[in-house]
């Protein structure tokens, strides 16, 4: 699965040599390929999207003068709540005790 937002990530951590973020991103996308069947194409949008987001908060603190990284970092993780919404259970609501 090949997501945007992952290719963006890629371009964004080579223009920054990130070598090593590049291949644990690369890694962490092909751990999670296996899973789309099982648990389905969304669930993985979100870990992936999960995983960019965790990875980019380190890149801000890295360059935070780069504009690029705070632009990706709000892009994804705006993408990742709407996805992560479609997995919250919806709440109960508490009753009120009622004679």
């Known amino acids: 699965m090949e997501l945007p937002e992952v290719v963006e990530a890629r371009k964004l951590l ?6 090593k973020l590049m291949e644990r991103l690369d890694h962490f996308v092909r751990l999670n390929e296996g899973l789309e069947s099982k648990k389905g194409k969304e669930f993985v949008e979100v870990s992936l999207l999960g995983f960019l987001e965790g990875m980019l908060l ?42």
Not at 14 to 19: R, S
Not at 58 to 71: A, F, H, K, T
């Open 14 to 19: 080579e223009d920054l040599k990130e070598g």
């Open 58 to 99: 380190i890149l801000r603190s890295r360059y935070p003068s780069d504009e690029r990284v705070g632009r990706l970092y709000e892009k994804i993780s705006e993408r990742r709540r709407e996805l992560d919404a479609l997995f919250r259970r919806p709440r109960v609501p508490v009753l009120d005790d009622e004679p």
